[in-house]
């Protein structure tokens, strides 16, 4: 499912969305339930999603398609974002 969401910015040319409050809140619960998930400290987790743009390329711009997800299922998207960059968990 994740590989459906990589490059729809590129395509639909909405790669600036703004973070709001509530786009906001999702990120950081995710970054807490990638850690508690992943058994790693949460700045460990963030600084991944920042270097390789999950957070605004991935989390952001799939808000209104992500949050309706269940947690675990998000995790597992993370999971497969990192993985296809090279990153390990």
């Given at each position: 499912m994740i590989y459906?969401?990589?490059n729809r910015d590129d395509h639909e040319g909405k790669g600036n969305k703004?973070?709001?409050k509530d786009i906001f809140?999702?990120?950081i619960y995710m970054i807490h339930a990638c850690a508690n998930h992943w058994k790693q400290n949460p700045s460990e987790v963030y600084r991944k999603m920042k270097s390789t743009n999950c957070i605004m390329g991935f989390l952001v711009p799939n808000y209104e398609i992500l949050h309706t997800q269940s947690t675990g299922y998000i995790i597992e998207d993370i999971r497969e974002y990192?993985?296809?960059r090279g990153i390990s968990i």
């Open positions: 459906l969401f990589l703004t973070m709001n809140s999702f990120v990192f993985e296809v």
